[in-house]
């Protein structure tokens, strides 16, 4: 029964992957002992756990079933381990933190840098990514959205001010094609599309004007899945961005890209950090959110 465990962690593993070879690499064993492991319990449960293909690894309807129930479980006792840790006064041990690569650029990184000087047993590692990740499935510790995007049973803390919108091009492309001024008028125009890792879709344009909210599903041939991409194609004129002021307030002050529809771009919530309650009390874990916390006056 104690081998069964392991293998459980190991079904965890290529779950995640979707992946022998890249299961195994992280796990630290061979792909055939990994591949041996999966057989051996399916044998033993009598169920078959993953449906294999020259391609890719997906699992079973009840190799979904197992692991929504295994999963979170896996990942409390992690969490209990952590915590009884960081029961030594020094600060050590890895926190995983997913968020989108402008988060990480700006208010992340920079205030979590020199906590790895100041305490050497920490580890940060910082993940980008655009999907509304399972923090707890994904065996993350901090998760980071817009306020409004944190699910209620999480403990979520500010990060950030409120984030502007802007939509945004260059001067040569209005030049060719106009100026657009209404959600409809950006049907007709070239936009840069963010990929959404989480449903494989194009972001839909949050716009708004008063009480009037329109999701905007703009289309366009240069496609990214991060800002910062969308940002330099939109300097190098490939069409219109919908991307955070702060990112390219240098840019317009410089006229290097130009604005429009200001009245539709609105002010999402700020960027906050969340994590379980259960989290709170892990040492390491209150070092890192009191760094990243927004401090105001």
Not at 33 to 61: D, N, Q, Y
Not at 77 to 105: F, N, P, W, Y
Not at 121 to 139: K, P, W
Not at 208 to 237: E, L, P, S, T
Request: glycine share 8%.
């Amino acid at each position: 029964m104690r081998d069964g465990f392991q293998d459980l962690l190991y079904l965890i593993a290529v779950a995640r992957e979707r992946s022998f070879t890249r299961a195994a690499a992280q796990l630290g064993i061979s792909q055939s002992a990994l591949s041996h492991a999966m057989r051996a319990l399916e044998a033993r449960i009598g169920v078959r756990l993953l449906t294999r293909t020259t391609r890719s690894v997906a699992p079973t309807e009840a190799g979904e079933r197992l692991l929504r129930t295994i999963t979170p479980r896996f990942a409390e006792i992690e969490a209990e381990l952590r915590e009884v840790r960081s029961l030594k006064d020094q600060v050590a041990g890895s926190i995983r933190i997913t968020a989108t690569d402008h988060t990480v650029d700006r208010y992340l990184w920079p205030r979590l840098q020199p906590l790895l000087a100041a305490h050497p047993g920490l580890s940060i590692e910082l993940n980008v990514d655009y999907g509304l990740s399972d923090i707890v499935a994904d065996r993350y510790d901090i998760g980071v959205r817009h306020g409004d995007q944190v699910d209620q049973d999480m403990v979520a803390v500010r990060i950030s001010p409120d984030v502007q919108m802007a939509i945004v091009g260059h001067p040569d492309y209005f030049a060719s094609r106009g100026r657009p001024s209404t959600p409809q008028d950006l049907l007709a125009h070239d936009c840069i599309c963010l990929r959404l890792t989480s449903s494989g879709g194009l972001y839909a344009w949050e716009l708004q004007r008063g009480d009037k909210a329109v999701q905007a599903r703009v289309r366009g041939r240069a496609i990214f899945n991060g800002v910062y991409q969308m940002i330099a194609a939109a300097r190098g004129g490939a069409g219109l961005a919908f991307v955070p002021m702060e990112l390219v307030a240098e840019d317009l002050a410089a006229s290097g890209l130009q604005s429009v529809m200001p009245d539709w771009c609105p002010a999402f919530p700020g960027f906050h950090a969340y994590y379980p309650s259960r989290r709170a009390s892990a040492r390491a874990l209150q070092v890192v959110i009191e760094a990243i916390r927004l401090h105001t006056a």
